[in-house]
């Protein structure tokens, strides 16, 4: 019976590696010694920069008081190596993500690396802008996974912040607080927007000449991902008859689409999605010339591939 479990383990792991991490974008990252967490678009996924620390009481001690070790990858080997922050009982950590952000998309959306001996409770907050914060959820006993959906969270908003508080529920320990080796987004994205007067005359949908430059820029930073769904959204202002801005905005979105598939190639694993909105949702109120302008644009979002949300209902 030993061994046939030893077998059925192992058999288990050689089907998710090869599932998940194969070469590419997408990697698996290791949480114990039988499990691990799919990170579709992968090391991009991860807080870069700490916004702001403030440590609980009692305090950890000192070894475990680097706040940057939450950011980037995770590292963590054992309780003694200091690659972790211990937050102190009722601390709290800021960080940002920097090269992409997250949404609520299908599935857990966060992933919280909460590391040693004891798993504290810890409370979860999300922001677009790093001032105005929205509860997401918490972790609790070995649960370090967020569901935003759970939360009633949108599914249209990209956050870039996120905030992480200690409850309080384990405070004696020399790594007092929750301990964290990285913070992660499970439904990480890129979303890039680009101004529409930039790569289009009025009321026309043909690229400029120069526009290519632009978008031949874009695409870098969509090559950091190596098989993504590219979803590419025309919006406009309010000017003219609203029908025809739809159309307008779609034909305009089909036009970045081409030139893309033209810069990539026909072998890059690139899904695209086309969504018109015309003029119904502006950014600010049409009641100006500068307003007009920021509204009429492209916004190109970098999601998870598609196969990946298809392994999610199969599991």
């Given at each position: ?9 192992i ?7 090869s599932?998940?991490?194969q070469?590419g ?28 620390f ?11 008081r ?9 590292n ?12 102190g ?5 800021t ?5 992409n ?14 590391v040693?001996?004891s ?8 922001s ?12 609790a006993g ?22 992480i ?9 020399k ?26 005359d ?10 290519q430059q632009d978008l ?33 905005s ?11 598939i ?15 909105f015309?003029?119904?949702k ?12 920021q ?21």
């Amino acid at each position: 019976m030993f061994r046939s479990a030893i077998l059925l383990f192992i058999l288990f792991f050689i089907f998710e590696t090869s599932l998940f991490a194969q070469k590419g974008t997408g990697k698996l990252y290791r949480i114990d010694r039988y499990e691990s967490i799919y990170l579709p678009l992968g090391k991009i996924s991860f807080a870069d920069k700490l916004i702001d620390f403030k440590i609980g009481s009692p305090v950890p001690i000192q070894k475990y008081r680097d706040s940057t070790q939450c950011l980037h990858e995770p590292n963590y080997k054992n309780y003694q190596t200091p690659n972790f922050i211990s937050l102190g009982c009722g601390g709290s950590l800021t960080v940002e993500f920097t090269d992409n952000g997250f949404m609520n998309l299908p599935g857990d959306d966060l992933y919280l690396f909460e590391v040693g001996p004891s798993k504290e409770s810890a409370k979860v907050e999300i922001s677009e802008n790093g001032i105005d914060w929205l509860y997401a959820g918490k972790i609790a006993g070995g649960k370090s996974s967020i569901d935003l959906n759970l939360a009633n969270i949108d599914t249209e908003t990209v956050f870039y912040f996120l905030r992480i508080t200690d409850l309080k529920n384990l405070c004696k320990s020399k790594s007092a607080g929750a301990d964290i080796d990285a913070i992660g987004a499970i439904n990480s994205v890129i979303k890039l927007t680009i101004n529409a007067d930039v790569l289009f005359d009025v009321a026309k949908y043909d690229l400029k000449k120069n526009a290519q430059q632009d978008l031949d820029s874009l695409a870098k930073a969509i090559r950091q991902i190596d098989k993504a769904t590219i979803l590419i959204e025309g919006h406009t202002d309010s000017d003219g008859d609203e029908n025809k801005n739809m159309i307008l905005s779609e034909n305009r979105a089909i036009s970045v689409k081409n030139r893309l598939i033209e810069i990539f190639g026909e072998y890059e694993q690139y899904e695209f999605e086309i969504k018109p909105f015309g003029e119904t949702k502006p950014r600010f109120p049409n009641d100006c010339k500068e307003n007009k302008q920021q509204n009429r644009r492209v916004e190109i979002t970098v999601l998870p591939p598609k196969d990946y949300y298809r392994s999610l209902k199969k599991s």
